[in-house]
């Protein structure tokens, strides 16, 4: 089955700094990859997705890249704000519905105003 | 809309006993799917129905887990007999096709003695 990997599991970045997170994934029938932020003690929020034919997505302070050949995609944080603080999941899926997403572990994302 | 509704927030139970989470999704949505996290697995898929039919359930740990969904607008998921192993917090999610989004529940924490 499809595994997921995500570094750093702790980020400590100062506010205005930029945030980089990044995952790895096994499967190259992946062609599904959402990053969720949650909060402490909230549930899972899709903050940004990217689908496998398309190299680069961007909203506002958020970025995603994907490269395909070396099965990784990034998440990008930009002058980062103390409410970014929360922990970021990413995840992989293969099926054109999106629907078995594996996970990755998460990273702590903490933003020192 | 009020979201994904998840019943009960919180869940004390003694080992041995039955438990049985409630879910409802948001109202429309065709895609229902069953979550646990924990610090150690992270977020792990249990269980997903595509309207109202269980389509992959590889993910429910043991035969004492059992999840139904007797219609669009509710799902279950049961444990028994409980283990403290069990404990976690469990979300439900629910998603419309195409759309790839899941909108997560506020999750049922559980803790099993």
């Known amino acids: 089955g499809e595994n997921v990997e995500q570094h750093p599991s702790t980020l400590s970045v100062q506010e205005g700094d930029s945030a980089v997170i990044k995952c790895t994934y096994s499967?190259?029938?992946?062609?599904?990859f959402p990053w969720y932020k949650q909060e402490l003690g909230k549930r899972p929020q899709l903050i940004i997705d990217?689908?496998?034919?398309?190299g680069e997505k961007k909203d506002q302070r958020i970025a995603v890249t994907l490269n395909k050949t070396a099965k990784h995609f990034s998440l990008h944080i930009t002058e980062t704000q103390p409410e970014d603080s929360a922990v970021y999941f990413c995840?992989?899926?293969?099926?054109?519905?999106?629907?078995?997403?594996?996970f990755g572990g998460g990273t702590r994302l903490m933003v020192k105003p | 809309d009020a979201g994904v509704i998840q019943s009960p927030r919180h869940e004390v139970t003694e080992m041995g006993q039955e438990v049985t989470l409630r879910c409802k999704p948001i109202?429309?949505?065709?895609?229902l799917f069953w979550y646990r996290q924990t610090m150690m697995r992270g977020l792990e898929l249990l269980i997903y129905?595509?309207?109202?039919?269980?389509?992959?359930d590889s993910g429910m740990p043991e035969d004492r887990f059992s999840a139904k969904m007797p219609n669009a607008s509710f799902s279950t998921l049961k444990i028994q007999p409980s283990e403290p192993r069990d404990s976690a917090v469990y979300f439900c999610?629910?998603?419309?096709?195409?759309?790839?989004?899941?909108?997560f529940g506020p999750g049922t924490r559980l803790t099993v003695t």
């Open positions: 999610a629910s998603r419309l096709t195409p759309s790839k989004e899941q909108y």
């Open positions: 499967d190259s029938a992946s062609n599904y």
């Open positions: 990217i689908r496998s034919n398309v």
């Open positions: 995840a992989a899926s293969k099926n054109n519905a999106g629907n078995m997403l594996t």
């Open positions: 109202s429309g949505h065709n895609s």
């Open positions: 129905f595509n309207n109202n039919v269980p389509i992959d």
